[in-house]
């Protein structure tokens, strides 16, 4: 059974809410997430009504309003220039907005967030909206997503929101807090990108999927080779989410620990580019695929 982090009533987010117990793989010494918005299961389109409705108003304070115009953004716009499948619009919510909330107690009170593979902006621009208080860059290689974004920061007037048009092996030295991912890549591609944006003890959180778990045991030998000083898998249940989110979380080593890095960079030369569009960035996409 994978440990639970659940969300106080109270909408600080403190890193100290989340009451939570780890499970390490092998000799690993920090804690780490599991996770996955697929995985939320099927959101029903009024899931958010009523009583579940005043819930999440609770956890989230002042940030439901901008959540819920940014699905809006999502489900109009977002449909239109093919960032959401139609088939996705009805469960954007619970599905989609609040999977991404899970990762908010996970997150420190301030410092910078780089969001790789923003997509559609899930889940960085919601962290960016919850916790104003983070510098969160959108970091996403695709034009036409980086319109989307750029608008969706205008309308909903986040300042602290940054959008960043490129790939993540070309900002390698960012020196960001925490590094987050959704439907992106793999785990050990993933790790090889994001890692190098860290500062040292920086950490990569990844909403994964129901292979979490397998996922994380086919990247260890890369995760050591990159210096990584602990990995780990946790479950959060998000703000009246339908079904708990599953984040993996890697904690980062030093610079000096982190490896050849030329040889890093060819090798993810030769992986998928987290930026084309055979990815999963665009939610349920319209042209096949989810």
């Known amino acids: 059974m994978l440990p639970l982090v659940s969300y106080a009533t109270s909408a600080s987010f403190e890193r100290s809410t989340p009451a939570m117990s780890e499970s390490r793989p092998r000799g690993v010494s920090s804690p ?39 699905a809006e953004l999502l489900g109009t716009d977002g449909v239109v220039r093919g960032l959401i499948g139609p ?25 910078v967030v780089v969001d790789v593979g923003s997509g559609a902006g899930l889940p960085g621009m919601v962290l960016g909206i919850i916790r104003p208080t983070l510098a969160v860059i959108l970091l996403e290689p695709l034009l036409r997503r980086v319109r989307f974004l750029t608008q ?14 490129g790939r993540a092996e070309e900002h390698a030295g960012l020196n960001a807090d925490v590094a987050v991912a959704r439907a992106v890549a793999p785990l ?26 397998e996922e994380l045991r086919l990247a260890h030998e890369t995760l050591r080779s990159l210096g990584a000083t602990s990995w780990s898998v946790l479950t959060v249940a998000p703000p009246d989410a339908v079904a708990n989110a599953t984040i993996i979380r890697v904690v980062a080593g030093s610079r000096q620990d982190q490896g050849d890095q030329p040889r890093r960079k ?12 055979d990815r999963a960035g665009d939610v349920g996409r319209a042209h096949g695929g989810g």
């Open 32 to 70: 780490a997430p599991r996770s996955d918005p697929a995985v939320s299961g099927s959101a029903e389109a009024g899931a958010a009504a009523s009583g579940g409705e005043a819930a999440v108003e609770a956890q989230l304070g002042p940030a439901v309003a901008k959540l819920r115009t940014f």
């Open 87 to 111: 088939s996705e619009t009805p469960r954007l919510w619970d599905r989609h907005i609040l999977n991404s909330a899970a990762l908010v107690p996970l997150l420190p009170n301030d410092g």
């Open 152 to 165: 969706c920061v205008e309308v909903l007037d986040v300042p602290n929101v940054t959008v960043l048009r």
């Open 188 to 213: 050990a591609h993933l790790a090889e990108i994001c890692l190098p944006l860290l500062r040292p003890a920086g950490q990569l959180l990844a909403l994964k999927g129901e292979k979490a778990e």
């Open 266 to 277: 060819r090798r993810s030369q030769k992986q998928p580019d987290v930026g084309r569009g």
